[in-house]
């Protein structure tokens, strides 16, 4: 089946009109913009100086976060209470 008459001219047209397209090299991305959350330190209230580090939005929880998790050192869950990471 032979191909539309006034399609192969719009074709034929479009590749006149910009025979060199613009490329992008191939990973370019956009700056991306820091988020509100801020990386803090879970302590071990257990005192074996065990620790886990959380990411926490001060715009969703505006409280200290303490959160009941796995102390592998002492082998149980404990309490872990929230602390500035260094």
Do not use: C, W
Request: hydrophobic fraction near 35%; avoid cysteine.
């Amino acid at each position: 089946v032979p191909a539309h008459p006034r399609r192969r001219a719009v074709d034929s047209f479009r590749l006149r009109k910009n025979p060199h397209p613009v490329t992008y090299p191939t990973g370019f991305a956009m700056a991306r913009s820091r988020g509100k959350s801020l990386m803090i330190k879970l302590l071990s209230e257990a005192g074996t100086g065990y620790f886990y580090v959380k990411r926490k939005n001060p715009k969703n929880i505006p409280h200290k976060l303490q959160l009941m998790k796995y102390d592998p050192i002492v082998r149980r869950h404990v309490l872990f209470t929230e602390t500035k990471l260094r």
